[in-house]
C-alpha cells in the first residue's frame, strides 16, 4: 500500500471497512452537495505563486488557548471512531501527542474520557452536545474537567440529526441492519478480528452511565433522537458558560449573525463549520462562509475551521481565509481506518510536509502571516 496523501488512506479504508462504517465516515447529508462543495470551493481557491523571497526556514508552530503546538491543526471530535480501528480513540489521540497537536473526543466515543485521557500526558479537548439531560450534562462536564480536559468544544448544530441516506442503504440503519453488518463484518476478516473481537467492548464510553448495559451500536441512533435537545437557544449556553470555567469553543458556526452571538456568551473560540456537510445540505461551503464570519468576530476569539480540509495545502487555504487553526474530521479517521496509530501520525506528517511546500512557494515563512494577501483574486 502507497500512501502519499490523505486520498490515499481514504482508499485504503475503503478496502479495509465493513461498508457500513466507510459510507458513515464517507457520507453526508441528503445529495451531499454541501459535502462536495466543501472540498470543490478549497480545490478551487488560488493562492499567489511568489519567487525569491528566502523561503529556506518556514515554521509551523502556533499557540491555541494558551498552548504551544507544532502544527495549527487539530483532530476534530468523531463519533464511534473506537469501531474504525481497535480502541480507535486511543491509537488516535497518542498519534496526535506524537506530532504535538490536540486530539479532541467526542461526546459519542467508544473509548470514555477515563481510558482516552490518561494514554497521553498533554490535556485532551473534549466535545459536548446538547443534551436534553442537563443533569447528565453536568455530570460529563465535571468527569472531563477531573480527566484534566483543558478545552470544551460545544457543538450546536446538531439540534437534530441531518437526513443521512447512506447510512440506509449501507446497513448502518434500515431493515435488517444487524443482519447486514454482520455479513459486510464476515466479508472483512482482518477488521473482523482486529476490530469487531479484539477491539470491544462496543460501547459509547462517555454515555454508557445513562444507557446501562445497551450502550451498543444498535441504541446510538435512537439514543440520539432521544436525548439530543432541539429546544436549545442562545440564552441556555449562559448555564455552559457558567459551568465551564476553561476555554470554550462553539463548533458549528457558518453565519456572521451567529459569531457574534458566540463573542457576546463570552465564549473563547468558535469552529467555522458545516460538521463537514452533515447537517444542512444546501448549506455554504464552510471556506465560503469563513471570511464574513471573521470578519464578524474581528480578532475578540479564536476561529477555528473545518469542513472538507483533505491536505496541508486546504489547511493554508483556511488560515489565508480567516482562521486561526484547522480540524481536521474524515482525513484522520480514514487513516486511523488504514493504519491505526501510525497511520494517524503518518498523515499529519504528510499535512505539515504539504504545509511547508505551499508556504515556500508561495513566499510566506510564519503562520502568523498567512492572509488574505496571500490569496490570488485575479
Ligand atoms: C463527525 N463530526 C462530529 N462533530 C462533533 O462535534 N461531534 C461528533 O461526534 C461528530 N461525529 C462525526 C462523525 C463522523 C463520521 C464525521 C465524518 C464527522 C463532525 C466533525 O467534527 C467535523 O466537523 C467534520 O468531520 C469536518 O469535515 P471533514 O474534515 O470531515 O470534511
Redesign the pocket.
Known sequence: MIISSAADYRGAARRRLPRFLFD???GGAGSEAT?AR??SDLATLPIRQRVLKNVAEVALGTTLFGREQALPVVL?????TGMYARRGEVQAARAAQSRGVPF?L????VCALEEVAPAIPDPIWF?L?VIRDRGFMRDLLARAKAQGVTTL?F?VD?PVPGSRYRDAHSGMSGPNAALRRLLQAMAHPRWAWDVGVRGRPHILGNIAPVLGKTSGLEDFMGWLGANFDPAIEWKDLDWIRDNWDGALVI??ILDPEDARAAVTLGADGI?V?N????QLDGALS?IRALPAVAEAVDGRLTVLA?????SGLDVVRMLASGADGV?????W?YALAAGGERGVATLLDLIAKEMRVTMALAGVTRIADLDRAILDRR
Open positions: 458513515y465516515v464517507d459535502l466543501n472540498m476534530a471530535p468523531v463519533g464511534l479532541c467526542s461526546t459519542v466515543s466535545q452536545y468544544v457543538t446538531m463548533k458549528g469552529v463549520s460538521h463537514g456537510g452533515r464552510s473545518d469542513s472538507g480540509v483533505r480540524l481536521l474530521g474524515r482525513a479517521v
